[in-house]
Protein backbone atom coordinates (compact mmCIF):
# COMPACT_ATOMS: atom_id res chain seq x y z
CA UNK A 1 0.00 0.00 0.00
CA UNK A 2 1.49 2.99 -1.03
CA UNK A 3 1.77 6.05 1.44
CA UNK A 4 0.00 8.69 0.86
CA UNK A 5 0.77 12.33 2.29
CA UNK A 6 -1.67 13.94 4.71
CA UNK A 7 -2.52 16.70 1.88
CA UNK A 8 -3.40 14.11 -0.26
CA UNK A 9 -5.85 11.95 1.90
CA UNK A 10 -7.92 15.58 2.96
CA UNK A 11 -8.37 16.41 -0.80
CA UNK A 12 -9.53 12.44 -1.65
CA UNK A 13 -13.51 12.45 -2.68
CA UNK A 14 -13.13 8.49 -2.19
CA UNK A 15 -13.44 7.26 1.17
CA UNK A 16 -13.84 3.78 2.59
CA UNK A 17 -10.51 2.78 1.66
CA UNK A 18 -7.49 1.55 3.15
CA UNK A 19 -4.61 3.91 3.29
CA UNK A 20 -1.57 4.39 5.25
CA UNK A 21 0.36 7.53 6.47
CA UNK A 22 3.44 9.02 8.87
CA UNK A 23 3.79 12.01 10.07
CA UNK A 24 3.94 13.75 13.79
CA UNK A 25 1.68 13.91 16.46
CA UNK A 26 0.36 17.32 16.90
CA UNK A 27 -1.91 16.01 20.10
CA UNK A 28 -3.76 12.76 21.55
CA UNK A 29 -6.80 13.38 23.25
CA UNK A 30 -8.97 11.71 25.31
CA UNK A 31 -6.55 8.21 24.29
CA UNK A 32 -8.46 8.49 21.35
CA UNK A 33 -7.84 11.27 18.43
CA UNK A 34 -4.62 11.67 16.88
CA UNK A 35 -4.36 14.80 15.10
CA UNK A 36 -1.29 14.13 13.06
CA UNK A 37 0.75 16.40 10.53
CA UNK A 38 3.58 15.56 8.33
CA UNK A 39 4.22 19.49 6.65
CA UNK A 40 2.24 18.98 3.33
CA UNK A 41 -0.51 20.99 4.38
CA UNK A 42 -1.90 23.26 7.22
CA UNK A 43 -4.51 20.82 8.26
CA UNK A 44 -4.10 17.84 10.46
CA UNK A 45 -5.69 14.03 9.94
CA UNK A 46 -7.58 13.02 12.00
CA UNK A 47 -6.54 9.28 13.17
CA UNK A 48 -9.03 7.79 15.15
CA UNK A 49 -8.17 5.32 17.74
CA UNK A 50 -10.00 2.05 19.55
CA UNK A 51 -8.25 1.97 22.70
CA UNK A 52 -9.53 -0.91 23.53
CA UNK A 53 -7.89 -3.00 20.70
CA UNK A 54 -4.33 -1.62 21.70
CA UNK A 55 -1.75 -2.09 23.91
CA UNK A 56 -1.83 0.48 26.88
CA UNK A 57 2.25 1.12 26.62
CA UNK A 58 2.41 1.42 23.08
CA UNK A 59 -0.93 4.42 23.38
CA UNK A 60 1.39 5.89 26.05
CA UNK A 61 3.81 6.42 23.43
CA UNK A 62 1.30 8.47 21.10
CA UNK A 63 2.41 11.66 22.37
CA UNK A 64 3.27 15.20 20.86
CA UNK A 65 5.81 15.22 18.57
CA UNK A 66 6.15 11.65 18.02
CA UNK A 67 6.71 9.77 14.11
CA UNK A 68 4.06 7.63 14.09
CA UNK A 69 3.29 5.21 11.09
CA UNK A 70 -0.41 4.73 10.78
CA UNK A 71 -2.42 2.43 8.28
CA UNK A 72 -6.55 2.16 8.44
CA UNK A 73 -9.48 2.81 7.09
CA UNK A 74 -10.20 6.66 5.44
CA UNK A 75 -14.07 7.55 6.18
CA UNK A 76 -16.11 10.26 6.39
CA UNK A 77 -15.57 12.38 9.04
CA UNK A 78 -18.13 12.22 12.28
CA UNK A 79 -16.47 15.57 13.90
CA UNK A 80 -16.61 18.62 12.85
CA UNK A 81 -13.42 20.33 11.39
CA UNK A 82 -12.26 17.97 8.87
CA UNK A 83 -14.39 16.19 5.78
CA UNK A 84 -12.30 12.47 6.35
CA UNK A 85 -10.34 11.19 8.92
CA UNK A 86 -8.80 7.44 9.18
CA UNK A 87 -10.18 4.63 11.57
CA UNK A 88 -6.66 3.16 12.58
CA UNK A 89 -6.02 -0.31 12.81
CA UNK A 90 -2.47 -0.31 13.03
CA UNK A 91 -0.37 1.49 14.70
CA UNK A 92 3.49 1.87 14.92
CA UNK A 93 5.69 4.06 16.77
CA UNK A 94 8.53 5.55 14.68
CA UNK A 95 10.31 7.55 17.17
CA UNK A 96 9.44 8.37 20.72
CA UNK A 97 9.17 12.39 21.82
CA UNK A 98 9.84 12.94 25.42
CA UNK A 99 6.58 14.87 26.90
CA UNK A 100 8.80 16.13 29.52
CA UNK A 101 11.31 17.75 27.03
CA UNK A 102 9.90 18.16 24.12
CA UNK A 103 9.84 22.08 23.69
CA UNK A 104 7.19 22.52 20.89
CA UNK A 105 4.22 21.69 23.00
CA UNK A 106 0.65 22.17 21.91
CA UNK A 107 0.53 25.68 22.97
CA UNK A 108 0.98 29.44 22.15
CA UNK A 109 4.65 30.44 22.46
CA UNK A 110 6.40 33.50 21.59
CA UNK A 111 8.16 33.89 18.27
CA UNK A 112 11.55 35.07 20.45
CA UNK A 113 11.31 31.58 22.03
CA UNK A 114 10.54 29.59 18.69
CA UNK A 115 14.18 31.09 17.26
CA UNK A 116 15.85 29.67 20.19
CA UNK A 117 14.37 26.55 18.86
CA UNK A 118 14.39 27.07 14.99
CA UNK A 119 15.46 23.70 14.73
CA UNK A 120 12.07 22.57 15.49
CA UNK A 121 9.60 25.46 14.91
CA UNK A 122 8.15 24.25 11.10
CA UNK A 123 6.48 21.72 13.73
CA UNK A 124 3.87 24.69 14.22
CA UNK A 125 1.15 25.68 12.29
CA UNK A 126 3.00 29.81 11.26
CA UNK A 127 5.97 28.12 10.66
CA UNK A 128 5.04 25.27 8.18
CA UNK A 129 3.00 28.08 6.52
CA UNK A 130 5.78 30.68 6.26
CA UNK A 131 8.03 27.84 4.87
CA UNK A 132 5.74 26.63 2.47
CA UNK A 133 4.90 29.92 1.18
CA UNK A 134 8.65 30.70 1.02
CA UNK A 135 9.35 27.86 -1.39
CA UNK A 136 6.37 28.67 -3.27
CA UNK A 137 7.89 32.12 -4.02
CA UNK A 138 10.79 30.55 -4.73
CA UNK A 139 9.70 28.17 -7.19
CA UNK A 140 7.42 31.32 -8.87
CA UNK A 141 10.59 33.28 -8.89
CA UNK A 142 12.44 30.91 -10.79
CA UNK A 143 9.44 29.62 -13.54
CA UNK A 144 8.77 33.55 -14.15
CA UNK A 145 12.19 33.88 -15.48
CA UNK A 146 12.48 30.47 -17.39
CA UNK A 147 9.33 31.09 -18.79
CA UNK A 148 10.36 34.31 -19.78
CA UNK A 149 13.80 33.47 -21.30
CA UNK A 150 15.95 34.37 -18.80
CA UNK A 151 19.26 32.64 -17.80
CA UNK A 152 20.39 31.39 -14.42
CA UNK A 153 23.41 32.70 -13.05
CA UNK A 154 25.75 31.53 -10.06
CA UNK A 155 27.61 34.66 -9.33
CA UNK A 156 30.58 34.32 -6.80
CA UNK A 157 29.82 34.37 -3.02
CA UNK A 158 33.80 34.90 -2.84
CA UNK A 159 34.40 38.48 -4.34
CA UNK A 160 37.50 41.31 -4.48
CA UNK A 161 35.01 43.84 -5.61
CA UNK A 162 31.98 45.88 -3.46
CA UNK A 163 29.19 46.54 -5.45
CA UNK A 164 27.00 48.89 -3.19
CA UNK A 165 30.04 51.28 -2.00
CA UNK A 166 28.95 50.27 1.25
CA UNK A 167 32.47 48.91 3.17
CA UNK A 168 30.47 46.48 5.38
CA UNK A 169 31.87 43.38 4.34
CA UNK A 170 32.77 39.83 5.30
CA UNK A 171 36.27 39.50 5.26
CA UNK A 172 37.51 36.28 3.40
CA UNK A 173 41.00 35.09 4.63
CA UNK A 174 42.95 32.09 5.58
CA UNK A 175 45.52 33.99 7.20
CA UNK A 176 46.61 33.17 10.96
CA UNK A 177 45.01 35.75 12.88
CA UNK A 178 47.94 35.15 15.58
CA UNK A 179 50.91 35.51 13.18
CA UNK A 180 49.82 37.30 9.82
CA UNK A 181 52.43 37.81 7.28
CA UNK A 182 53.54 41.79 7.31
CA UNK A 183 54.38 44.12 4.57
CA UNK A 184 57.44 46.51 5.12
CA UNK A 185 55.42 49.00 6.77
CA UNK A 186 53.87 47.09 9.39
CA UNK A 187 50.75 46.22 7.60
CA UNK A 188 49.22 42.88 6.69
CA UNK A 189 50.04 41.56 3.92
CA UNK A 190 47.45 40.29 1.84
CA UNK A 191 49.57 38.85 -1.19
CA UNK A 192 50.22 35.95 1.15
CA UNK A 193 46.62 35.33 1.55
CA UNK A 194 44.63 32.15 0.15
CA UNK A 195 43.64 34.49 -2.99
CA UNK A 196 46.85 36.98 -3.04
CA UNK A 197 44.20 40.02 -2.38
CA UNK A 198 41.82 41.15 -0.03
CA UNK A 199 38.49 39.16 -0.80
CA UNK A 200 35.11 39.69 0.98
CA UNK A 201 31.80 37.84 1.05
CA UNK A 202 29.22 38.91 -1.87
CA UNK A 203 26.69 42.18 -0.94
CA UNK A 204 25.60 41.33 -4.41
CA UNK A 205 25.89 39.72 -7.71
CA UNK A 206 25.18 42.68 -10.01
CA UNK A 207 28.00 43.68 -11.36
CA UNK A 208 29.48 39.83 -12.16
CA UNK A 209 25.47 39.58 -13.77
CA UNK A 210 25.80 42.72 -15.76
CA UNK A 211 28.68 40.85 -17.52
CA UNK A 212 26.70 37.79 -18.77
CA UNK A 213 23.86 39.86 -19.20
CA UNK A 214 25.96 41.66 -22.14
CA UNK A 215 26.58 38.21 -24.01
CA UNK A 216 23.78 36.22 -23.04
CA UNK A 217 21.10 39.11 -23.62
CA UNK A 218 18.80 38.22 -19.97
CA UNK A 219 19.69 36.59 -17.05
CA UNK A 220 18.93 36.40 -13.30
CA UNK A 221 21.01 35.65 -9.66
CA UNK A 222 19.06 33.98 -7.15
CA UNK A 223 21.76 33.58 -4.58
CA UNK A 224 22.86 34.83 -0.77
CA UNK A 225 24.45 37.70 -0.10
CA UNK A 226 25.77 39.35 2.73
CA UNK A 227 26.03 42.34 5.36
CA UNK A 228 28.20 43.22 8.16
CA UNK A 229 26.01 45.68 9.07
CA UNK A 230 26.07 45.72 13.26
CA UNK A 231 22.03 46.36 13.17
CA UNK A 232 19.60 44.72 15.27
CA UNK A 233 16.19 45.64 13.80
CA UNK A 234 13.64 43.48 12.28
CA UNK A 235 14.19 44.47 8.75
CA UNK A 236 17.98 43.35 9.11
CA UNK A 237 20.13 40.17 8.07
CA UNK A 238 23.86 39.34 8.15
CA UNK A 239 22.51 36.65 5.45
CA UNK A 240 19.84 36.93 3.01
CA UNK A 241 18.96 35.94 -0.06
CA UNK A 242 19.25 38.60 -3.05
CA UNK A 243 16.79 38.30 -6.93
CA UNK A 244 18.47 40.29 -9.36
CA UNK A 245 17.90 39.75 -13.38
CA UNK A 246 20.20 42.03 -15.71
CA UNK A 247 19.04 42.96 -19.37
CA UNK A 248 20.91 43.81 -22.24
CA UNK A 249 19.19 46.37 -24.62
CA UNK A 250 16.40 47.70 -21.87
CA UNK A 251 16.20 51.04 -20.68
CA UNK A 252 14.58 52.12 -17.56
CA UNK A 253 10.75 51.98 -18.79
CA UNK A 254 11.46 48.65 -19.67
CA UNK A 255 12.99 47.47 -16.58
CA UNK A 256 9.94 49.23 -14.77
CA UNK A 257 7.82 47.03 -17.06
CA UNK A 258 9.43 43.64 -16.23
CA UNK A 259 9.58 44.48 -12.54
CA UNK A 260 5.84 45.05 -12.21
CA UNK A 261 5.14 42.07 -14.29
CA UNK A 262 7.27 40.03 -12.20
CA UNK A 263 6.06 41.02 -8.79
CA UNK A 264 2.21 40.77 -9.97
CA UNK A 265 3.51 36.98 -11.13
CA UNK A 266 5.05 35.48 -8.22
CA UNK A 267 2.35 37.10 -6.04
CA UNK A 268 -0.05 35.86 -8.38
CA UNK A 269 1.21 32.34 -7.81
CA UNK A 270 0.99 32.07 -4.18
CA UNK A 271 -2.34 32.99 -3.97
CA UNK A 272 -3.64 30.52 -6.40
CA UNK A 273 -1.11 27.54 -4.96
CA UNK A 274 -0.59 28.83 -0.88
CA UNK A 275 -4.68 29.62 -0.42
CA UNK A 276 -5.04 27.39 3.06
CA UNK A 277 -1.35 29.18 4.26
CA UNK A 278 -2.35 32.52 3.45
CA UNK A 279 -5.81 32.53 5.05
CA UNK A 280 -4.36 30.83 8.52
CA UNK A 281 -1.59 33.63 8.74
CA UNK A 282 -4.47 36.45 7.88
CA UNK A 283 -6.41 34.97 11.00
CA UNK A 284 -3.18 34.86 12.67
CA UNK A 285 -2.23 38.39 11.53
CA UNK A 286 -6.11 39.24 12.46
CA UNK A 287 -6.03 38.11 16.12
CA UNK A 288 -2.92 39.79 16.61
CA UNK A 289 -4.09 43.36 15.40
CA UNK A 290 -6.47 43.41 17.81
CA UNK A 291 -4.39 43.50 20.74
CA UNK A 292 -3.38 46.76 18.78
CA UNK A 293 -4.45 50.69 19.03
CA UNK A 294 -7.03 50.88 16.26
CA UNK A 295 -4.35 53.70 14.23
CA UNK A 296 -1.80 50.90 14.53
CA UNK A 297 -3.95 48.38 12.85
CA UNK A 298 -3.55 47.63 8.97
CA UNK A 299 -6.12 49.04 6.76
CA UNK A 300 -5.72 45.84 4.41
CA UNK A 301 -6.10 42.22 5.58
CA UNK A 302 -2.76 40.06 4.08
CA UNK A 303 -4.66 38.57 1.18
CA UNK A 304 -6.24 42.09 0.30
CA UNK A 305 -2.85 43.66 -0.08
CA UNK A 306 -1.26 41.00 -1.70
CA UNK A 307 -4.14 41.27 -4.12
CA UNK A 308 -3.82 44.98 -3.99
CA UNK A 309 -0.35 44.32 -5.99
CA UNK A 310 -1.29 41.69 -8.38
CA UNK A 311 -4.84 43.26 -9.10
CA UNK A 312 -3.23 47.22 -9.30
CA UNK A 313 -1.41 49.03 -12.19
CA UNK A 314 1.64 50.14 -10.57
CA UNK A 315 1.88 54.87 -10.61
CA UNK A 316 4.85 56.02 -12.06
CA UNK A 317 6.31 58.95 -10.40
CA UNK A 318 9.05 61.11 -10.74
CA UNK A 319 11.04 61.64 -7.43
CA UNK A 320 11.03 65.13 -8.10
CA UNK A 321 7.14 65.17 -8.20
CA UNK A 322 6.98 62.87 -5.26
CA UNK A 323 9.06 65.26 -3.21
CA UNK A 324 6.82 68.15 -4.20
CA UNK A 325 3.14 65.70 -2.76
CA UNK A 326 5.02 65.22 0.68
CA UNK A 327 5.84 68.70 1.27
CA UNK A 328 2.74 69.49 0.73
CA UNK A 329 1.37 66.76 2.57
CA UNK A 330 -0.47 67.15 5.58
CA UNK A 331 1.48 64.78 7.85
CA UNK A 332 4.54 67.12 6.61
CA UNK A 333 3.15 70.43 7.47
CA UNK A 334 1.54 68.79 10.69
CA UNK A 335 5.16 67.51 11.30
CA UNK A 336 3.58 64.10 12.21
CA UNK A 337 6.60 62.59 10.07
CA UNK A 338 9.43 61.51 12.17
CA UNK A 339 11.41 63.16 9.30
CA UNK A 340 10.11 66.64 7.77
CA UNK A 341 10.77 66.85 4.35
CA UNK A 342 12.00 70.18 3.47
CA UNK A 343 14.01 69.75 0.34
CA UNK A 344 14.75 68.25 -2.60
CA UNK A 345 17.45 65.61 -2.29
CA UNK A 346 16.39 64.17 0.98
CA UNK A 347 16.45 60.65 1.38
CA UNK A 348 13.15 58.55 1.52
CA UNK A 349 12.38 57.11 5.22
CA UNK A 350 9.82 54.04 5.03
CA UNK A 351 6.65 56.39 6.25
CA UNK A 352 7.18 58.52 3.55
CA UNK A 353 7.15 55.63 1.02
CA UNK A 354 4.02 54.32 2.64
CA UNK A 355 2.36 57.73 2.56
CA UNK A 356 2.17 57.83 -1.21
CA UNK A 357 1.67 54.24 -1.44
CA UNK A 358 -1.45 54.41 0.88
CA UNK A 359 -3.00 57.21 1.13
CA UNK A 360 -2.13 59.75 -1.80
CA UNK A 361 -1.78 56.94 -4.76
CA UNK A 362 -3.49 53.75 -2.94
CA UNK A 363 -1.96 51.49 -5.35
CA UNK A 364 2.18 50.26 -5.93
CA UNK A 365 4.24 53.07 -6.83
CA UNK A 366 7.23 53.30 -8.81
CA UNK A 367 9.37 56.36 -7.90
CA UNK A 368 12.06 56.78 -10.49
CA UNK A 369 14.87 59.58 -11.47
CA UNK A 370 16.21 60.16 -7.72
CA UNK A 371 18.92 62.56 -7.13
CA UNK A 372 22.37 61.07 -8.23
CA UNK A 373 24.22 61.70 -4.76
CA UNK A 374 22.03 59.25 -3.06
CA UNK A 375 22.12 56.51 -5.71
CA UNK A 376 24.85 54.19 -6.69
CA UNK A 377 27.84 54.69 -8.58
CA UNK A 378 26.37 52.30 -11.45
CA UNK A 379 23.54 54.31 -12.02
CA UNK A 380 22.99 56.37 -15.71
CA UNK A 381 22.57 59.81 -15.22
CA UNK A 382 20.47 62.08 -16.84
CA UNK A 383 21.24 64.77 -18.98
CA UNK A 384 20.26 67.22 -16.35
CA UNK A 385 23.39 66.29 -14.37
CA UNK A 386 21.72 65.96 -11.25
CA UNK A 387 19.47 62.62 -11.18
CA UNK A 388 20.11 59.20 -12.61
CA UNK A 389 17.73 56.48 -14.17
CA UNK A 390 16.77 54.55 -10.75
CA UNK A 391 13.71 53.62 -10.20
CA UNK A 392 12.04 51.77 -6.35
CA UNK A 393 8.85 50.23 -6.22
CA UNK A 394 7.06 50.95 -3.25
CA UNK A 395 4.27 48.21 -1.74
CA UNK A 396 1.74 49.19 1.16
CA UNK A 397 3.09 47.93 4.63
CA UNK A 398 6.66 48.05 3.67
CA UNK A 399 7.46 50.57 2.01
CA UNK A 400 10.86 50.00 -0.98
CA UNK A 401 10.43 46.46 -2.22
CA UNK A 402 12.57 46.47 -5.57
CA UNK A 403 15.76 48.59 -6.27
CA UNK A 404 16.93 49.38 -9.86
CA UNK A 405 18.16 51.26 -12.50
CA UNK A 406 19.38 51.23 -15.80
CA UNK A 407 23.32 50.99 -15.37
CA UNK A 408 25.30 53.69 -16.84
CA UNK A 409 26.67 52.88 -20.10
CA UNK A 410 29.29 55.33 -21.17
CA UNK A 411 32.96 54.59 -19.93
CA UNK A 412 33.81 58.19 -19.82
CA UNK A 413 30.79 59.13 -17.45
CA UNK A 414 31.51 55.91 -15.34
CA UNK A 415 34.98 56.64 -15.00
CA UNK A 416 34.28 60.26 -13.75
CA UNK A 417 31.51 58.69 -11.25
CA UNK A 418 33.97 56.29 -9.89
CA UNK A 419 36.67 58.74 -9.55
CA UNK A 420 34.85 61.09 -7.56
CA UNK A 421 33.73 57.89 -5.30
CA UNK A 422 37.35 57.29 -4.96
CA UNK A 423 36.37 53.67 -6.52
CA UNK A 424 40.06 52.59 -8.26
CA UNK A 425 39.49 51.54 -12.12
CA UNK A 426 42.11 48.44 -11.44
CA UNK A 427 39.44 46.97 -9.01
CA UNK A 428 36.63 47.05 -11.63
CA UNK A 429 38.63 46.80 -14.59
CA UNK A 430 36.47 44.08 -16.11
CA UNK A 431 33.31 46.16 -15.12
CA UNK A 432 34.63 48.79 -17.22
CA UNK A 433 35.74 46.24 -20.17
CA UNK A 434 31.86 45.84 -20.75
CA UNK A 435 31.81 49.96 -21.81
CA UNK A 436 34.49 49.46 -24.25
CA UNK A 437 33.49 46.42 -26.35
CA UNK A 438 30.14 46.57 -27.35
CA UNK A 439 28.56 48.67 -24.59
CA UNK A 440 24.89 49.10 -25.30
CA UNK A 441 21.70 50.66 -23.10
CA UNK A 442 21.16 47.85 -20.20
CA UNK A 443 18.87 47.76 -16.94
CA UNK A 444 18.36 45.42 -13.93
CA UNK A 445 17.31 45.79 -10.38
CA UNK A 446 17.49 43.50 -7.42
CA UNK A 447 15.06 41.74 -4.61
CA UNK A 448 16.09 40.86 -1.23
CA UNK A 449 13.69 37.63 -0.74
CA UNK A 450 13.00 37.90 2.56
CA UNK A 451 11.11 41.28 2.19
CA UNK A 452 9.20 39.89 -0.29
CA UNK A 453 8.26 36.53 1.87
CA UNK A 454 7.72 39.40 4.71
CA UNK A 455 5.06 41.02 2.55
CA UNK A 456 3.50 37.60 1.45
CA UNK A 457 3.30 35.75 5.19
CA UNK A 458 2.66 39.41 7.43
CA UNK A 459 5.46 38.58 9.31
CA UNK A 460 6.57 41.14 11.53
CA UNK A 461 10.41 40.34 11.63
CA UNK A 462 12.57 39.44 8.90
CA UNK A 463 14.40 36.78 11.56
CA UNK A 464 10.98 34.68 11.12
CA UNK A 465 11.10 33.86 7.13
CA UNK A 466 14.44 32.93 7.16
CA UNK A 467 15.29 28.64 8.54
CA UNK A 468 18.26 30.38 10.38
CA UNK A 469 18.98 33.93 10.63
CA UNK A 470 22.34 35.21 11.17
CA UNK A 471 22.04 38.56 13.00
CA UNK A 472 24.91 40.04 15.21
CA UNK A 473 26.27 37.88 17.72
CA UNK A 474 24.02 35.13 16.23
CA UNK A 475 25.35 32.25 14.19
CA UNK A 476 23.45 29.35 16.06
CA UNK A 477 22.23 26.47 14.32
Not at 236 to 245: D, N, R, S, V
Not at 283 to 302: I, N, V
Not at 330 to 342: A, D, G, L, M, Q
Request: aromatic share 10%; with cysteine; net charge negative.
Amino acid sequence: MTTKTVAELLSQDVTLQDVTVKGWVRTFRANRFIALNDGSTINNIQCVVDFENFDEALLKRVTTGAAVHVTGELVESQGRGQSVEIVVKSLEILGDSDPETYPIQPKKHSFEFLRENAHLRTRTNTFSAVMRLRSSLSFAIHKYFNDNGFYYMHTPIVTGSDAEGAGEMFRVSNIDPKNPPLTESGEIDYKEDFFGKETNLTVSGQLEAETYAMSLGKVYTFGPTFRAENSNTSRHLAEFWMIEPEVAFMDLAGNMDLAEDFMKSVLGYVLDKNKEDLEFLEKRLLDEEKTKPQAERSAMSLIEKIKFVVDNNFKRVSYTEAIDILRNSKPNKKKKFNYIIEEWGADLQSEHERYLVEKHFKCPVILFDYPANIKAFYMRLNEDGKTVRAMDILFPGIGEMVGGSQREERLDVLKEKMAALNIPEEELWWYLDLRKYGTAVHSGFGLGFERLVMFATGMGNIRDVIPYPRTPQNAEF
